[in-house]
């Protein structure tokens, strides 16, 4: 069982930045693809950015391109998410996921962090 911990959200000001990290367990198959989902009460997990062990392709949401930027480091099965330029529409549980093959459907990825919850305030 693959085990992701997720750390790094909080509280921010609009304009603000913050890094989320995420740290795998295990470096193999089933971490091929790490992405960052957002989930707020009542609507579905969306894809925030992903990246694979290669680091391509990378693949970023609309609204978080020239904002976010998704990197990894391979020799410490970490995942980073720097935000930037941070919104109150930003607000949400932050997910880590990892799973085999690119995808940007939650249902798509198998192993799951805790949430991180990032709250932007106006």
């Known amino acids: 069982q693959v085990q992701l911990v997720e750390s790094g959200g909080g509280s921010v000001q609009a304009g603000g930045s913050l890094r989320l990290s995420c740290a795998a367990s295990e470096r193999s198959d089933r971490t091929y693809v790490m992405a960052w989902f957002r989930q707020n009460p009542g609507t579905e997990r969306e894809l925030v950015a992903l990246?694979?062990?290669?680091?391509?392709?990378?693949y970023y949401a609309d609204a978080e391109k020239g904002r976010f930027t998704i990197s990894r480091d391979n020799a410490k099965n970490t995942v980073y998410l720097e935000m930037n330029s941070l919104k109150p529409e930003d607000t949400a549980v932050y997910y880590c996921?990892?799973?085999?093959?690119?995808?940007?459907?939650?249902?798509?990825?198998?192993?799951w962090g805790q949430g991180t919850q990032v709250t932007v305030s106006s």
């Open positions: 990246t694979t062990r290669s680091g391509s392709p990378t």
């Open positions: 996921a990892a799973g085999i093959g690119v995808s940007n459907r939650a249902r798509d990825y198998a192993y």
